[in-house]
Nanobody, 123 residues
Framework: QVQLVESGGGLVQAGGSLRLSCAASGRTFSSYAMGWFRQAPGKEREFVAAIRWSGGITPYADSVKGRFTISRDNAKDTVYLQMNSLKPEDTAVYYC????????????????WGPGTQVTVSS
């Protein structure tokens, strides 16, 4: 059974950095595309970044371009989200997700989801 577990969330001041991790288990990690999404209170879940199994193409939401970096380590079955220059509007629960095959940027593209990790950015 596929399992995804996020970690690395927490409280940080504006301008600070956090690195989120998502550990995957239960299938061949390298065959999957991985994505990060976030959901702020009272808002819909939105796409943040994605990466395909071989790395390479990494689409980002406009709101995080230049500040966030997604990466993966297939040997460790882990995907990361490095978040720099954090802003209060980045406050949300961050979710990792995976799908078999090509990269996706919408919620419906993904088959498996982690429980999420809270990121809070104070002003």
């Amino acid at each position: 059974q596929v399992q995804l577990v996020e970690s690395g969330g927490g409280l940080v001041q504006a301008g600070g950095s956090l690195r989120l991790s998502c550990a995957a288990s239960g299938r061949t990690f390298s065959s999957y595309a991985m994505g990060w999404f976030r959901q702020a209170p009272g808002k819909e879940r939105e796409f943040v970044a994605a990466i395909r199994w071989s790395g390479g193409i990494t689409p980002y939401a406009d709101s995080v371009k230049g500040r966030f970096t997604i990466s993966r380590d297939n040997a460790k079955d882990t995907v990361y989200l490095q978040m720099n220059s954090l802003k209060p509007e980045d406050t949300a629960v961050y979710y990792c997700a995976e799908r078999l095959g090509i990269i996706g940027t919408t919620i419906k593209d993904y088959d498996y989801w982690g429980p999420g990790t809270q990121v809070t950015v104070s002003s």
